[in-house]
């Protein structure tokens, strides 16, 4: 079982580059692969990015391509989502997610992830 905490949400203004944090609370979140996906009000829940368990392969959505950077730091049980170039439409609750690595291509189906955090929020005011 994994426990995950998000922080680092919240009001974003001009010029102002979160960085998400979820945190783990037990030693199999090292051998998970980890993602984050995001869901706006009135809409589905949206894949975002993964990171594998090595920390060596990522995949974005095209939506946040060049703007945001997963990364993983495994002996902190940390997962890091740091996101640049924000727009309003980039307004949600961000969740990240864990689960043991699986065969195939489909990185951003949340079907694939067994644990989920609780979600922080974040808000791009234009």
């Known amino acids: 079982h994994v426990q995950q905490v998000e922080s680092g949400g919240g009001l974003v203004q001009a010029g102002v580059s979160p960085r998400l944090s979820c945190a783990a609370s037990?030693?199999?979140?090292?051998?998970?692969?980890m993602g984050w996906f995001r869901q706006a009000p009135g809409k589905g829940r949206e894949f975002v990015a993964v990171?594998?368990?090595?920390?060596?392969?990522?995949y974005y959505a095209d939506s946040v391509k060049g703007r945001f950077s997963i990364s993983r730091e495994n002996a902190k049980n940390t997962m890091i989502l740091q996101m640049t170039s924000l727009t309003p439409e980039d307004t949600a609750v961000y969740y990240c997610?864990?689960?043991?690595?699986?065969?195939?291509?489909?990185?951003?189906?949340?079907?694939?992830?067994?644990?989920w955090g609780q979600g922080t929020q974040v808000v791009v005011s234009s």
């Open positions: 997610a864990a689960g043991p690595p699986r065969g195939g291509s489909n990185w951003f189906l949340s079907g694939r992830y067994d644990y």
């Open positions: 037990c030693r199999p979140y090292r051998t998970y692969d």
């Open positions: 990171i594998n368990v090595s920390g060596g392969s990522t």
